[in-house]
Nanobody, 126 residues
Framework: VQLHQSGGGPVSAGGALRLSCAAS????????MGWFRQAAPGQEREGVA????????AYADAVKGRFSLSQDNMKNTLYLEMDNLKPEDTGVYYC????????????????????WGQGTQVTVSS
C-alpha cells in the first residue's frame, strides 16, 4: 500500500491540527495503522497512536486525551486529530501500515511496517 500524508503546519500552543494519511493500492481495513513522530533529525521515532485491523486503538501516554485517531475505510484514509497542542508535540509526523498485524502496538508497527508516509511537519509555538 502507498501512503500519502497531508495536513500539519505551524500552530500556536493550545491550537488544533488534523493530519491525513490516504492509502492507495489496498484497503486499509486489514492493516495495522499508526502515527509516529520524530522530534528532530537523528532522534528516534516515537509512537503516537495505532489502530489494529479489529479497530482497537491505542495512544501514547503523552497524547492521551488530546489526540484522536480515526479511519474512514470508504475513503481509505487514516486521520489524526490533534487538540490542545503543546510545543513538545513539534516534530515530523509519519503514518505507517503493516498488513494483518493484530499485535498492533507502536514497537511492532515500527519494526514491521512496510509502508510509510512521506512525513509532515508540525510546529507548535509557545
Amino acid at each position: 500500500v502507498q501512503l500519502h500524508q497531508s495536513g500539519g503546519g505551524p500552530v500556536s500552543a493550545g491550537g488544533a491540527l488534523r493530519l491525513s494519511c490516504a492509502a492507495s493500492g489496498h484497503s486499509l481495513s486489514t492493516y495495522c495503522m499508526g502515527w509516529f513522530r520524530q522530534a528532530a533529525p537523528g532522534q528516534e521515532r516515537e509512537g503516537v497512536a495505532t489502530r489494529a485491523p479489529d479497530g482497537d486503538i491505542a495512544y501514547a501516554d503523552a497524547v492521551k486525551g488530546r489526540f484522536s485517531l480515526s479511519q474512514d475505510n470508504m475513503k481509505n484514509t487514516l486521520y489524526l486529530e490533534m487538540d490542545n497542542l503543546k510545543p513538545e508535540d513539534t516534530g515530523v509526523y509519519y503514518c505507517a501500515a503493516a498488513h494483518g498485524l493484530y499485535d498492533c502496538w507502536s514497537s511492532n508497527l515500527a519494526n514491521l511496517a512496510r509502508s510509510w508516509g512521506q512525513g509532515t511537519q508540525v510546529t507548535v509555538s509557545s
